[in-house]
């Protein structure tokens, strides 16, 4: 083979290789990716969700979870209770999504700090997340693979625990404690400042005599 026809071939497998990664690049742009994650819940204070999310930019179909070992549920209990809550049975974890469009999240209420330390302690749960692209899960369909890690004790000393029902309604107990007090203290001043004034008919009876 002369010289042209090693530059043809040569120029054959770059154009190929090109395609390839071309290929390969736009398929993980567009391939859905589910993860898990728990996240404070902003409008209830002192509760954590269970959050599924698809943050890739494809559709995922045929999506189920495989979790290290099983995960709690309504976990709810500001310290930590004596009682271990129960194991999730129910639910998009347990019983898989069958569609999940891109940017689409699902919420559970997964329960308080105290509840769901009691259950997972210092051992994080790790999540394999699998899924389809297409509707048909057949031979040739790949099944694409995440994991994620749940571990509560992020949250030990977050705004999400500290700022639970109960110590916030310690706090407005004691603001509204101190309000009383001083609406008490103005209150008493008028008639202190009354009862500190001279008996004005006794010393007008004095003067006549």
């Not at 742009?29 to 494809?58: F, K, M, W």
């Not at 105290?114 to 749960?125: H, Q, R, T």
């Amino acid at each position: 083979m002369d010289l042209a026809s090693w530059i043809s071939i040569f120029m054959a497998v770059i154009a190929v290789a090109t395609a390839i990664v071309t290929y390969a690049v736009f398929r993980s742009a567009t391939d859905p990716t589910v993860i898990v994650y728990a996240q404070p819940d902003l409008q209830r204070q002192s509760l954590v969700n269970l959050i599924v999310e698809n943050i890739g930019r494809g559709a995922a179909h045929g999506v189920f979870f495989t979790p290290s070992r099983p995960l709690p549920q309504n976990a709810f209990s500001i310290p930590v209770p004596e009682k271990m809550p129960d194991q999730m049975q129910s639910g998009p974890i347990a019983n898989g999504i069958p569609f999940l469009a891109p940017g689409q999240r699902l919420s559970i209420s997964w329960g308080q700090y105290g509840g769901l330390y009691k259950y997972l302690g210092d051992e994080p749960i790790r999540i394999d997340t699998f899924c389809y692209r297409a509707r048909s899960s057949g031979l040739f369909s790949k099944r694409l693979q995440s994991s994620s890690t749940l571990d509560i004790r992020m949250f030990e000393t977050s705004e999400s625990t500290e700022h639970g029902y109960g110590p916030n309604l310690v706090k407005e107990l004691k603001f509204l404690n101190a309000t009383l007090k001083s609406i008490d203290k103005q209150l008493k001043k008028p008639l202190d400042d009354l009862a500190a004034q001279p008996d004005l008919d006794a010393s007008q009876t004095i003067n006549n005599s």
